[in-house]
Every structure is written in structure tokens, then in C-alpha cells.
């Protein structure tokens, strides 16, 4: 494993680990001789023009942690793949009932609702066979307990949020924040966990990353409740409004918008310090996570 | 690791095993504290009666090697869940259609479509958990590794059957080995494989049970194809008909029903010489794997 402190060397832009993530996806699919039909639909959802924020955030754990980002390549694909599954199954007919993905038509749209059906268990089970080839066989199977922790943790959430359950007793920003926690933030969670698991970070550098990101997971996730209520179609690149049609609770229709708009900048704090306490660890370069938050605060889709 | 060679002692009869493994089953979801309408759905379709085909071959390949099955239940249990998964979302509307299954409503008959598409996937996700509980680290990742093996190639062949595709210059006879091989096949080997792994079986215990597998597997779908054409609603609990009805290429439909019969015979003895080369090893049971086949054979449902 290489040791090498990377925290003074040029780090790689963002575009560089995009790129370098959808090569490995592309490899890794290549190497897998799916049946073409299965392929197509895969990379359809799969290579169709996500923002990897989850790769990117592994690779930038592990930076952050004073290793380069390479290592990081077969969790990030595993979490994108995790990823891609629970929007296709999500935006089923059953499910959300969603037409547009990212400016195209979903999967079961574009290619059968059985495909999307298929195509979704299939990405799931090859998120595992991804964090199976990390070299070290013992990081591998931590990197695998970590993906089904995250993984259970997203279905419950979609659970919650589409079908309700163990709800009593719990106020409605209770509810909403375990759902938001559970279906978008045990992933970026996961993925900054993978990240630094990758590298053999220390315990303690782990944990810190495990703050930063749930702070950071429950941040995205209020302001993509926000841009519902205020994005603009074009910019989100999917309809807008639907959670009030849809009558699920949100942030903004729980405590306002101008209070999830404050709690939303509070997390960013909570994030911010503790990337600040895994700096004075001087084990790594945290700039690059710090700008991933600041990405995720200001973006507008 | 237990090294006793237990093939002098009487062993656990197909009742006591199974019993064994729904213990095990219900434990595992005991400690999985899932949202309650979730685990409900998850009962129904993992406790609901199922043979326990998969976990009875992962203990007696152990048995065949030697060992207690104890230490299979992991993967037992895995394969198990992997089975459940797979007839939750073969069945839904989009796939085969099917409102009945072991007599009773399917499960998006009984708890909705959303919530088979979301038990279904918790159920795949599961599956890995199971296996990385094993004891030994490098042989919860082997599991693994063998688990997504399987269920990639069980996708696959629900691919084939539901969708085509990759047919150019293939024969009826070899498609409908290819899915046979794939849908159902690639469980049951798992299943064989994965019960010698849990005991650190040596290669060559896990090739014989390897061909054994892959034999009864065929074997297995084509009686299955077969009671499709010849069998009692009754006796097999489901619709039947179904593959003709739905022009789904199958044994009978491409060979015949004579030589069919002859080819489900011919796989049964393939499947006998494997296991008289495994018992000539000399390290353990092999009669409980004998027993597995003939009843498989001579099944009615």
C-alpha cells in the first residue's frame, strides 16, 4: 500500500477524478461480459452523466487521509453502482413514478419496466463483486460490511419515505430528518467511510470523516428539499414540486424555508469542523473534501 | 474450525436441518431490527414455507467434506435470501405476472407492488450480510465472492427468459440450457460450493460438488419444466401452463417430454458418479447429498 503523504503534491481536479472514475466503471463493466441488453441498460444509468459525487468523496477521504485516491477506485464504483440501482428502482411506476432522470427518461422509460427491474438487482449485487476486488482481501471484506450497512440503511429510508412505518411517537422533523439521514445520507456516509477504509486510515481519521459526512449528507439532502421548492426545471433536470404533490414530508414544510435553510449552513459547520480536526491530525490534505461541502452547499441542481 | 470427521455419526435428518435454518433465519432478522412492515414483508416471503432446498445442500456439502453443517448456515442462509429476493421480483406484474406462489398471494399481492421492489432488494443486500458474518474473514469474503458469482448469473438468466438477447446463432436447446444453467443452476451450485467453502473444504471436495451441482441443477428445472406440462396444480402450488402460455421456450417445448425424461435421468447419473468420486476422497458423508438428488428426482411439486 503506498504511504506516501500526498498533502503537498498538486491534488486532481475534480474533471481528473470524474474521468478517472468513469474509466474504471467502463473497465469494470467490460470485464464482466454482461448479456448486451443488460450492458446497454447499465450503462444507460450508470455512465449517464452523474455528478459522482460518492467516488469523488471516497477519493478525497483518502487524501484526506494522506493517500492518493487510486486505491479508493473499486469502493467509489461500488457506491455509484448502489446509487444508480435506487434511482432506477426508485423512479418506478410502483415507486416514484418519475419520467425524467437527469434531463432523460428513466431506465423503465427508456428501456421496459422489466429491464429497469433487472437491470437495478443486477447493479446491486455487482456493487459487492466491486468492493470484492480491493486487493487486500481483509480491506475488501470491511469495504463489503461497510456497503451493506449503507445499502440497508438507503432501503429503509425509501422505505420511510414511500411507505411510512414505525412512526409513533416520532414528530414529523424527527421523521423527516431519519429519512433523509437513512435514504441519502448513509451513502455519502458509506462512501467517505470506503474511501478512507481503502487506505487503511486510523480509526480516529475515520471517525471524523464519519461526522463530516453525515453532517454533509444531511446538508445535501435539505437543500434538495429547498430546490424542489425553489430550483428552476432546467437547472434540477427533473420535475420540480413533486414532494408537495406528492404530500411527503420535507424540511421546508416541516420548519420553513428560512429555518432549513439556517440548519442547512449549520451542518455545513459541523462539517467544516470536523474536517478541521482531521487537518490538526496533519496526516493529510482535507482542501479538496473542504471544496466537495462548499459544491454541495452552493449548488443549484 | 470443527475438523471432526462426522461421517460414523447419524446425521441431521432434511426435517432437523431445516428447522435449523429457519432458526437461524428468524434470528438473523431478530438482530436486523428493520422497520416493522418491512420485516413483516420479508417473513412472509422468507418463512413462508419454502422448501430450504439451498441451505439443506450448502449443510450436506459440509457433511460430504466432513464437517457438521453448523457453519454453513451463513451462506445457507444467504442463497436462501437470494432465492426469496429473486421469486419476489420474477413474480411482480412487470416480470411474470404471477399472483399466486407456495399457494398464497404473491407478495405484491399481499404488501404492493413498492413494497416488493424495496424486500426484494433488501433481501439481495441481506444476502451479503449474511455471508460476511462468517467467522473467518477470508472465508466470509470467498462466500461472498461465490454469492455474486451466483446471482449474477441467476440475473442473467431471468434476462435470457424475460428479455433474450446475446441469441444470434444459439439453438432452442442450447438457449434453454443457457437459461436453465443460469436461472436456477447457478443458485444450487452456489448453494454446493458455498456449503464447502463455509468448512475450508479442499479444491478438489469443492470441484466434484461443484459438477455434482451444476448436474442437479439442470436436472431440477427440467422436472420442473416438465411438471409444468404434466403436473397438478395442487402438488406444485402454482399456475401451470405458464410456459407455454406465455411462448417461453422450455425442455418438453424443444426436445420433447420422452427425452426430456431421459436427459433429466442422464444428469442424475453424472450427478451419482460425482459424488462416488467425492466418497472414494474418504473424507466424509456423501448419502445425505445422495438422498438431496433422488428427491429432487423424484419430486412432484
Chains 1, 2 share one sequence.
Not at 449517464?48 to 483518502?62: D, E
Not at 455487482?126 to 486487493?135: G, V
Not at 470506503?194 to 471524523?208: I, K, N, R, T, Y
Request: aromatic fraction near 4%; charge should be negative.
Amino acid at each position: 500500500m503506498n504511504h506516501a503523504n500526498t498533502h503537498r503534491i498538486p491534488q486532481p481536479t475534480l474533471a481528473q477524478v470524474i474521468e478517472r472514475v468513469d474509466t474504471h466503471l467502463n473497465a469494470f463493466l467490460e470485464q464482466r461480459h454482461l448479456p448486451q441488453n443488460l450492458d446497454e441498460a447499465i450503462r444507460y444509468s450508470l455512465l449517464g452523466g452523474g455528478k459522482r459525487v460518492r467516488p469523488a468523496l471516497a477519493w478525497y477521504s483518502a487524501i484526506a487521509c494522506g493517500h492518493t485516491g487510486e486505491n479508493t477506485l473499486h469502493a467509489g464504483a461500488a457506491v455509484e453502482m448502489i446509487h444508480a440501482f435506487s434511482l432506477i428502482h426508485d423512479d418506478l411506476p410502483a415507486l416514484d413514478n418519475d419520467d425524467i432522470r437527469r434531463g432523460r427518461p428513466t431506465l423503465h422509460r427508456h428501456a421496459g419496466e422489466a429491464m429497469a427491474v433487472l437491470a437495478g438487482d443486477a447493479l446491486l449485487s455487482l456493487a459487492y463483486e466491486s468492493t470484492q476486488e480491493h486487493p487486500a482481501p481483509l480491506i475488501a471484506l470491511k469495504l463489503g460490511t461497510e456497503l451493506a450497512r449503507g445499502t440497508r440503511a438507503m432501503i429503509e429510508g425509501q422505505i420511510y419515505d414511500t411507505l411510512g412505518g414505525d412512526q409513533v411517537g416520532l414528530t414529523d422533523l424527527e421523521a423527516v430528518e431519519r429519512i433523509h439521514r437513512n435514504k441519502t445520507g448513509a451513502l455519502l456516509r458509506a462512501s467517505c467511510r470506503m474511501g478512507a477504509l481503502s487506505v487503511g486510515a486510523p480509526d480516529e481519521a475515520v471517525e471524523l470523516l464519519t461526522r463530516y459526512s453525515e453532517a454533509i449528507g444531511l446538508q445535501f439532502q435539505i437543500i434538495d428539499d429547498l430546490l424542489d421548492v425553489e430550483g428552476s426545471s432546467d437547472a434540477v433536470g427533473k420535475a420540480l414540486g413533486k414532494d408537495e404533490a406528492a404530500g411527503k414530508i420535507t424540511y421546508p414544510s416541516t420548519i420553513g424555508v428560512e429555518r432549513s435553510r439556517e440548519h442547512a449552513a449549520y451542518l455545513g459547520d459541523v462539517a467544516a469542523d470536523a474536517l478541521l480536526e482531521l487537518e490538526s491530525l496533519r496526516i493529510g490534505d482535507v482542501a479538496p473534501l473542504r471544496n466537495m461541502g462548499d459544491m454541495l452547499t452552493h449548488r443549484e441542481s
